[in-house]
């Protein structure tokens, strides 16, 4: 089934310049392969952002395989290098066919989660280990620096994306002068108590052998 459904997907796309990210595309793909519309429709129920779903989760699924062969080095060079490959391993007109279909109020959700699974591939790729709130705030952070580089890469024509660079470890650059000032901030007397009593609740989710769900 998830032969069939990557098949149809990849058929798909190849419309998306005509017909846009949509339903259209994915019937077109059906057709390509021999399968009737109902088929595509239980694959992609959603349509366009199913398919642009699929899209951005196949990128994801090459940033994991990327990460486990990167090389090393300060964990700033790292996300770089991550967010930086993640661009690059994507179809720029692809990306903007998606992010029109994701626009849509409807789809905002999809969007806002598609882009936190990216940032939680990087963190996990990269061997984050918290389990705090930090967790959360890792993922946060860089979803919101992952956001931007898209658009800033988007509009970017300069040779080999090196603006595009140039804007990614601004960014980052940016991030961790604000976490040095939390780190300061935590030094305070009392400060540490009192961000433990207001975020104490906050946990990341358990992985199946810890008796959660990963």
């Not at 310049?17 to 519309?37: E, Q, T």
């Not at 940033?63 to 690059?88: N, S, V």
């Not at 601004?170 to 009192?194: N, Q």
Request: glycine letters at 8%.
């Amino acid at each position: 089934m998830t032969d069939t459904r990557d098949r149809l997907a990849e058929a798909a796309i190849t419309h998306v310049p005509f017909d846009g990210m949509n339903i259209k595309a994915v019937r077109a793909g059906a057709r390509d392969l021999g399968l009737s519309p109902d088929i595509a429709e239980a694959f992609f129920p959603g349509g366009g952002a199913d398919l642009a779903g699929w899209l951005h989760r196949r990128g994801d699924s090459k940033l994991a395989d990327w990460l486990e062969t990167a090389p090393g080095g300060k964990i700033r060079d790292r996300i770089a290098d991550a967010i930086m490959f993640r661009l690059e391993a994507t179809d720029k007109e692809m990306v903007r066919a998606a992010s029109s279909v994701m626009a849509l109020p409807q789809n905002q959700p999809l969007a806002a989660r598609l882009v936190w699974e990216t940032a939680d591939t990087i963190w996990d790729g990269l061997g984050d280990t918290s389990r705090d709130v930090n967790w959360y705030s890792k993922r946060a952070t860089l979803s919101a620096v992952h956001s931007a580089c898209v658009l800033y890469w988007l509009g970017d024509n300069s040779e080999g994306y090196a603006d595009t660079r140039a804007f990614i470890d601004r960014r980052i650059d940016g991030v961790m002068r604000f976490e040095k000032l939390k780190a300061s901030a935590r030094k305070i007397p009392g400060a540490t108590m009192l961000a433990d009593l207001a975020t104490g609740w906050i946990r990341a989710p358990k992985s199946a052998d810890e008796g959660g769900q990963a």
